[in-house]
Structures are given as structure tokens and as C-alpha cells.
């Protein structure tokens, strides 16, 4: 089953469908067009329905119930003192909202915007690789090293069936390289697929906790997929755990050595697969620190015009409880992200492959 389901070009997605990554190509044509078109002032009744309605969302929804409260506090203080009266730009009072949210606690993906934002990359990473859609960017081998590039994981069917036939069809190589340097994030479906090659047994991978009012209002928000597995929680939180389920027949790619290329624009569910392969030790992380946005969400509109990213759950190592949200998850070899490729072919080399 799919899950986290990436923004359509023409619509938001809303909190029932949360993603852990918020990136798709931007609009065109028409769209493009109006997304640029000049925006009328905002009244004093528009604001104050923002405000709200944000204050609102936040409380029902943010993973964390108590910095959720904070964050609503200070938005309806700000507007009972005229904090946002002289914010008639629409595109200045959100850049004003989202500076006040992550004063009160910084966050990764939180951030109010007009809804024609949500149609770009994630806040604070770089434009797409090569403007290309997310997805499987290359596929090949470099002598007997499969090399794996994405700049995202959408999720997308045709993509991960060609991911596992590709998989499959050079599953006697001696490494695996998975470059994820201008990964913007996007759902689990990819990482399923490569850690049931790569698995030689059923494992723990992470945790996720999700905020309880959320899994109520809307069901299951991770899906029902069998690699993420129901565990106990506190009533505030819907927790499970993300497993590898090895391949039942196919097994040659369950020993070789794999490395994961990281950069400071790999961001969520690229981090996600980062925070996996580095706990469980089944990949050396070659390059730079990643971005640190760990906290997954969906868009949820906001007045009229507006809509806000709001994070409603966080991926962790369930041994040390620690998360890579505002700190990135650190490389094993420590590399400039452009020369992550050729150090990886090196440490393969030393590792008994041979690339070209």
C-alpha cells in the first residue's frame, strides 16, 4: 500500500495521509501563473481567521501535545495584541507567523504559506535534482557495484516495481551504492523494497510516533502494511515500528557491503533511510550531516488562501530515543557530498568489489 502520499500538483493533501517529506515539481501553465498572480491585502477578519484556525490545528494535531499548546498561546496572544495588524502582504504576514512558530520551537517542516508553496521542495532544502520529478533519478552498474540514485521517494508503483526489477536482475553484485545526496523525502515504499534485498533477517529498523488524536480522527495514518508493526504506546501517541522482512527467495545481496550517500539537502524520509541503515549498521553513510527534518506531517489548508505543513509525528532509534529533527543524522565517513561517490567506489574496491 502506498503511504505518505505526496501533494498533487493541484491539491493539498490533508492530515489523514501524512507524508514524511513535502516535495513535489512545481506548477506550470496556468498554475504557474497563478501562483505568481499579485495577491489582494488581507483584512482584518482574514487574519484573525488564520490565526485561529492555525492555533486550532496546531493543538489538535502537532506530534507534541505540550509544545503544540505553546505554540497556540503565543499565536493568539500575537493577534490579541496587535502583533500582525500592520500585515496586509499575505506572503509577509506567513513568513511573519512561521519565524514566530519556530521562535517557540524550531521545527524542520512547520511553516504557514500561501497554499501555491506547498507545490515546491520542502522548506529550507535546494531546488530538485536537475528539476527532475522525485523518484529513482539513475539506475546502473559501475563494474560489479549496483548504484542506485534518487532524488526522492514518492512512492510511485511503476517506480518501485522497476526499483525491485532492477534489484533483482543484478543481485549477484559485490556492493551497493545508494545515493541519496538530493534526496527531498517522500514516503516508505522505496526503503521496503531495497531493505527486503538487503535484510538477511527480520529487523527492527525505527520507531514512529504519531499523535494519537490524529490516528483517531483519520485511522491508521501510516497504513497497513506489514513492515510497520503496532506497539504499545502512551495515550498520547500511536506508535509503530518499522521492520525489514527479508525477501523469502531471493538473498544475494543480504551480506554485501552498501553505502549511503548523505548531504546536508538530504531531508526526511531521505533521512528516515539514513537513521535505518546507520542503527542497524547495514550501511556505511559516506559524506555530509544530513538537513534534520524528522518530524513527518501532511499540508492541512488554513483559511482561504493559506495552508500550513503541520508535523504530527517523529521517526527515532527506539534503543536511544534519539531523533535527527534539527541536528541531521551524521555520515560514518565524513566527505564534501561531491566527492561522497568516489569515496563510496573506494571503500567498495577495499571491500573485495570491482568497479570500473
Known sequence: MRRQTLVAAAALIALATPTLAQSVAPPAGPAAAAAEAPQAPMTAAERKTVIETLAKTLEDNFVFPDVAKKYAAMLRANLASGAYDQLADPK???????????????????????????????????????????????TKMI??????????????????????????????????????????????????????????????????????????????????????????????FDRRDHIAIPDPVEHRLSHVPVYYLVSHKTASAGEHAALVFKRTHRATLVGETTYGAGHYGGVEPIGDRFAAFIPVGRTYDPDTNWDWEGKGVAPDVAVPADQALDKALELAKAAGAHPN
Open 143 to 236: 563494474g560489479d557495484v549496483m548504484y542506485l540514485d534518487f532524488n526522492g521517494f514518492p512512492g510511485d508503483p511503476e517506480e518501485v516495481k522497476a526499483l525491485r526489477t532492477f534489484m533483482l536482475a543484478h543481485a549477484d553484485a559485490k556492493a551497493v551504492i545508494i545515493d541519496s545526496r538530493h534526496n527531498h523525502g517522500g514516503g516508505l515504499d522505496e526503503i521496503d523494497v531495497m531493505a527486503a534485498l538487503l535484510y538477511p533477517q527480520r529487523t527492527t529498523l525505527v520507531r514512529m510516533d504519531t499523535r494519537a488524536a490524529v490516528a483517531v480522527a483519520h485511522g491508521d495514518p501510516l497504513g497497513n502494511a506489514p513492515t510497520i508493526v503496532k506497539q504499545p504506546s502512551p495515550p498520547e
Open 92 to 138: 509577509d504576514f506567513a513568513k511573519r507567523v512561521t519565524a514566530d512558530l519556530q521562535a517557540v520551537s524550531p521545527d524542520g517542516h512547520l511553516r504557514l504559506a500561501l497554499m501555491s508553496a506547498f507545490r515546491g521542495p520542502p522548506p529550507g532544502t535546494a531546488p530538485m535534482h536537475g528539476g527532475a520529478p522525485l523518484g529513482l533519478d539513475e
